[in-house]
């Protein structure tokens, strides 16, 4: 079908569950394609040679890899919801701090429950969550302001995988004390039925959490640290 | 656009991102007011534009808030002047690939260089600088299907990804040498080789990039910062 669209990924990774949000706000039709980390589909590795990694967006035959680049690329060629600001300021604003998240918020944080919050890794996780606060003033109930955008959809991981994780571990990273702004902005955007119908069940995620911790050399995880993106 | 102080540039003579955005700038013949930082004591006017990073280069437009990370600032440039050399292609598929290959270009392809530097020993090199081939061999087939047999990145005339790698240019060829390796081996990658030497030499980049001394005067002062340890 000429405007069939596929999304290949896993149920556990936060990366490919802010591309299933995005084609839910956008109310794109999608295939999914479930792989298998260990035993990678010949289509995955051919649709992402580069990387080999989740998630591939497949458009028409065409595959686009990386989850911000996919998200911007549903913006351009799909009308409906918009995930990013038309102004060209305010676009640029967005990008800045989904890259923030990608780059500094995420890793940060994920390193911090690793190393079962270690005490410099804390410090360091809690700073990076600071600005995120502060981006929260002004009464904003989602970073894009009263609707989700790419900012919103960048930080699915602080909002729900961050929780399953603080429970399996017995920490509070994001704490309603420390983070008024940003505990609030987690409920909001997990009860929002786009991103409701695109988040894994919170007892996979728990259970991943507590295996996991138990063996934290497993495969899964050095995947997550080289970023399915 | 009108007035040159409308948009002011803080950044460092041998920032390869600042050189990016500057090169950007030439391109679409953008006037604007170049801020030189001292990254070693940062400006207040630094610090307050970019808190999260404090980092070069930051974009001051008229009196909007600072737009900060080179790649968004490019982004921003093309899409309020789009009338004055377009960057990014029209077709959404196009502005997807170049987007993954700048995010290649910037997360996996230069990080090698900062790891280069950081790294004493020579086992340790070596396994740098073949992850180096691998890179330049992935840039090299991007480069082919992206340029269709023309001079650049963005066919006949630069685009976005000649101005995301183009800016790296004299930066890796001055890592290069103190590590005896050339990224841009004709043998190996003769497109991407013949490439560079274009690029380098087009006006609108050459004219802000830094020369040897300026260079090894910036490598002195982040080898104190960000000292070598492997």
Same mark, same amino acid.
């Given at each position: 079908m000429a405007d069939e669209v596929k999304l290949y990924g896993l149920d556990g990774s936060p990366f490919v569950c802010r591309v299933k949000i995005a084609l839910n706000l956008k109310k794109i039709d999608y295939k999914f394609v479930v792989e298998d980390l260990r035993n990678k589909s010949a289509d995955l590795l051919k649709y992402n040679p580069v990387h080999k990694k989740i998630p591939v967006l497949l458009h028409s035959g065409k595959p686009i890899s990386e989850s911000l680049v996919i998200i911007e690329y549903m913006d351009d060629a799909w009308k409906g919801a918009p995930l990013l600001p038309k102004d060209p300021y305010e676009k640029a604003q967005a990008r800045f701090w989904a890259k923030f998240v990608d780059?500094?918020? /995420?890793? /940060?944080?994920?390193?911090a429950i690793v190393s079962h919050g270690e005490e410099?890794?804390?410090?360091?996780?809690?700073?990076?969550?600071?600005?995120?606060?502060?981006q929260l003033n002004e009464g904003k109930k989602f970073f894009g302001g009263d609707d989700i955008n790419l900012v919103d959809i960048s930080a699915t991981f602080i909002a729900y995988w961050v929780g399953a994780a603080e429970e399996a571990l017995g920490l509070k990273l994001v704490s309603k004390d420390k983070y008024p702004k940003l505990t609030e902005w987690c409920d909001n955007y997990i009860n929002c039925q786009a991103v409701k119908d695109g988040l894994p069940p919170r007892e996979i995620l728990l259970g991943f959490f507590k295996m996991w911790f138990a063996t934290p050399n497993s495969f899964v995880y050095n995947e997550f640290l080289n970023k399915s993106s | 656009m009108g007035n040159k102080s409308e948009i002011k540039l803080l950044g460092t003579a041998a920032s390869p991102f600042a050189n990016r955005v500057q090169f950007a700038l030439n391109l679409k013949s953008m006037k604007y007011e170049y801020i030189e930082e001292n990254l070693a004591c940062k400006s207040e006017l630094l610090i307050k534009s970019n808190p999260v990073h404090k980092k070069v280069p930051v974009l001051l437009h008229a009196d909007k808030p600072p737009i900060c990370e080179s790649q968004i600032i490019v982004e921003y440039l093309d899409e309020i002047r789009p009338d004055l050399y377009q960057l990014l292609p029209s077709v959404s598929l196009d502005r997807a690939n170049c987007r993954f290959w700048a995010a290649y270009i910037d997360n996996k392809?230069?990080?090698?260089?900062?790891?280069?530097?950081?790294?004493?020993?020579?086992?340790?090199?070596e396994a740098i600088k073949e992850q180096m081939i691998e890179a330049t061999q992935q840039l090299e087939e991007a480069f082919i299907k992206s340029s269709n047999g023309k001079t650049y990145f963005g066919g006949d005339q630069v685009g976005y990804l000649d101005v995301i790698l183009g800016c790296f240019i004299r930066w890796t060829q001055h890592?290069?040498?103190l590590n005896d390796f050339n990224k841009f081996d004709e043998v190996r990658i003769l497109e991407l080789a013949k490439w560079a030497k274009c690029i380098a030499s087009h006006e609108a980049l050459k004219s802000v990039t830094p020369g040897k001394e300026t260079l090894e005067s910036?490598?002195?002062?982040?080898?104190?910062y960000r000292p070598p340890y492997k």
């Open positions: 780059d500094k918020c /995420i890793p /940060i944080v994920f390193k410099k890794d804390l410090a360091e996780a809690h700073e990076q969550l600071q600005f995120l606060e502060n | 392809f230069f990080p090698l260089y900062e790891e280069l530097r950081q790294t004493l020993n020579k086992a340790g090199q890592v290069d040498e910036f490598f002195g002062l982040i080898n104190i």
